[in-house]
């Protein structure tokens, strides 16, 4: 059996529900976490993945703003919602799956804060709050790896921690989501679980991977200037179970497009 585990910062569940049932067609993942739905919960289309073949699903949101949600074909079990920065913020939400023949695992899907544009915590109170967020995100990082159910994260967490995760390396160093403040707290995260980056474990470096092309490109696809800011990692118990890893790049060029796109991995 394979299980398909999918990300996408849709950019408003509600505006783009087509979309994502485009990629379900194509896809068909078990697992797909959402993030920037934009919605309050009573307002998520709840009904429409229930008729695609969702049964389960949940979801932290607030109007207008961040929200993350899981949609499942297999039950989901003790949802929980952390709180960052005691800001109030819907950016995260876990739940123990279980798949049968596959096993119970469990799934945290983020939302990491984008920073604004200025890479100083001294002038832009939104980069501070992106750093505050990662070194939160340092301290749960052993106990989430850690927990005996296999653990996996995911989502869209705002940062390209490697020079083959953007266009430009050199050029991108003092913008935010490359900048070594970020690049390295996000290293920081990944190695106090002892993570494996599974979009990595496939397809290593040198290889360029992006999964968000800019809206303000008009012509995103010829210029190229991605960044790979979605991400999925593995705990240890998890890692020998990934065999295949897609980044749905046609997405991008969907009608009325979300700057992400979808990334699934398989698990065997």
């Not at 229930?50 to 003790?78: E, M, T, W």
């Not at 967020?133 to 159910?149: G, H, M, N, Q, R």
Request: aromatic content about 8%; charged content about 25%; hydrophobic content about 40%.
């Amino acid at each position: 059996m394979v299980l398909k585990v999918s990300t996408w910062n849709i950019n408003s569940v509600r505006m783009r529900m087509p979309l994502v049932e485009r990629f379900l067609s194509l896809e068909n993942p078990d697992v797909l976490c959402l993030q920037e739905i934009k919605c309050r919960e009573a307002e998520f289309p709840s009904s429409s993945f229930k008729k695609l073949g969702y049964q389960h699903i949940a979801v932290n949101a607030q109007k207008g703003y961040h929200g993350v949600a899981i949609v499942s074909r297999f039950p989901l079990d003790a949802i929980e919602r952390q709180e960052f920065c005691n800001k109030g913020d819907a950016r995260h939400i876990s739940a123990q799956i279980d798949t049968g023949d596959h096993g119970s695992f469990i799934v945290h899907n983020l939302y990491v804060p984008a920073g604004g544009d200025i890479p100083d915590p001294g002038l832009n109170e939104k980069f501070l709050h992106k750093l505050n967020f990662l070194d939160e995100l340092k301290l749960l990082s052993p106990s989430w790896s850690s927990a005996t159910v296999p653990s996996i994260i995911t989502g869209d967490l705002n940062v390209a921690p490697s020079e083959f995760d953007v266009w430009n390396h050199k050029s991108l160093l003092k913008v935010v989501s490359h900048t070594t403040e970020e690049t390295r707290r996000l290293n920081e995260i990944m190695a106090r679980g002892n993570w494996l980056d599974a979009m990595r474990a496939i397809t290593p470096e040198p290889e360029k991977l992006y999964t968000w092309w800019s809206y303000r490109s008009p012509d995103w696809s010829a210029a190229n200037k991605g960044r790979r800011l979605d991400h999925i990692w593995l705990c240890p118990k998890y890692a020998p179970n990934i065999s295949a890893m897609r980044i749905l790049k046609d997405a991008r060029s969907w009608e009325k497009p979300s700057d992400h796109v979808p990334v699934t991995i398989d698990l065997t």
